[in-house]
């Protein structure tokens, strides 16, 4: 099979499709909804009436006909960098840009949302490879960093996964980053009720958990029985309180699960914890990361511990 070399994204376009072509009225509505939450965060509805009308606007050259699966069905990119103000998209790490897969029904699935810098696709139609380079702090370093990661289209699941990058670099620094963060109500039952848990520490400690302040993922398998496991963990080391942080705090902590045949089990669990993923191996293997003053953010690695699947006691050690 002919191997198509490295590309722009943009080079994967019809020459007329871009202008011509008309994405499902979901994929507008949703950018729509997506330009006004932002536009209008934080204003009075006094303030809101005073904003100019094409400020929006979900304008055509957002939206880009695409091909990352070949199976010939009308596929999306929504490059939010053509919306009407940029700015409320847009950062030192790059625009918002997300992506759908068409189905045979006429809607689309959304696969992609990252903010990032260059995006290119490489490799045959049917196994598409799609690579971003991130704002550093995505990989434990500082911004204008390298953080390339890459995934590849794998037509079992109908979804991206990770693989290694153009530089052939298997070691994911400071985890996986899915290319489409599930939402909790989509997740297993194990991982919904972590949540739901940590939610009830914060409230029990007379804070509440930031609005943002879980973060679901799905990983790689790490256990061998070829079923993709998942995280829950936090960019926050504590609940939100108005007042200092008391001691006790139930914290935001690193939590792996695994699939147990039955559904996923907590495998380990470790608070204020960064990690590492190297795909290189099945399975994957993952690695807790010590913090340090003298270490990380661009300069000498932070010391860090391997984990170990341990099959008798069904955990990581």
Not at 145 to 165: H, I, M
Request: glycine share 12%; aromatic share 10%; hydrophobic share 40%.
């Amino acid at each position: 099979m002919r191997r198509l070399a490295p590309i722009a994204l943009a080079a994967l376009l019809p020459a007329c499709a871009a202008g011509a072509a008309t994405p499902p009225a979901a994929i507008v509505e949703e950018a729509r909804a997506a330009i006004y939450g932002r536009v209008t965060g934080g204003s009075s509805e006094e303030e809101i009436k005073e904003i100019p009308a094409w400020m929006f606007e979900t304008p055509k050259p957002m939206f880009r006909k695409i091909d990352i699966n070949g199976d010939k069905l009308a596929d999306w990119w929504v490059d939010y960098e053509k919306s009407p103000n940029p700015s409320y998209f847009c950062g030192t790490g790059g625009c918002q840009n997300v992506m759908y897969v068409g189905q045979a029904d006429g809607t689309a699935r959304k696969v992609f949302q990252h903010g990032g810098g260059a995006f290119v696709f490489s490799g045959p139609k049917t196994a598409r490879k799609l690579e971003i380079n991130f704002h550093g702090s995505a990989c434990g370093s500082f911004g204008a960093s390298e953080c390339l990661r890459a995934w590849r289209w794998d037509a079992a699941s109908g979804a991206f996964v990770e693989t290694a990058n153009s530089k052939g670099q298997t070691l994911l620094p400071y985890g996986s980053i899915p290319a489409l963060y599930p939402e909790v109500k989509d997740a297993p039952a194990a991982i919904r009720a972590e949540v739901a848990a940590r939610e009830a520490a914060c409230k029990a400690a007379g804070a509440v958990q930031p609005g943002d302040g879980v973060i679901i993922g799905n990983l790689p398998d790490v256990n061998g029985d070829g079923v993709r496991d998942w995280l829950v963990g936090s960019p926050y080391t504590d609940c939100s309180y108005e007042a200092d942080t008391p001691e006790g705090d139930p914290g935001g902590r690193l939590a792996f699960f695994v699939s147990d045949g039955r559904g996923f089990a907590k495998a380990f669990e470790q608070k204020d914890a960064a990690w590492n993923l190297d795909i290189g191996s099945s399975p994957a293997r993952i690695s807790v990361i010590t913090p340090s003053d003298d270490c990380g953010l661009g300069g000498k690695p932070c010391p860090t511990r391997a984990l170990t699947w341990d099959g008798a006691s069904k955990t990581l050690k």
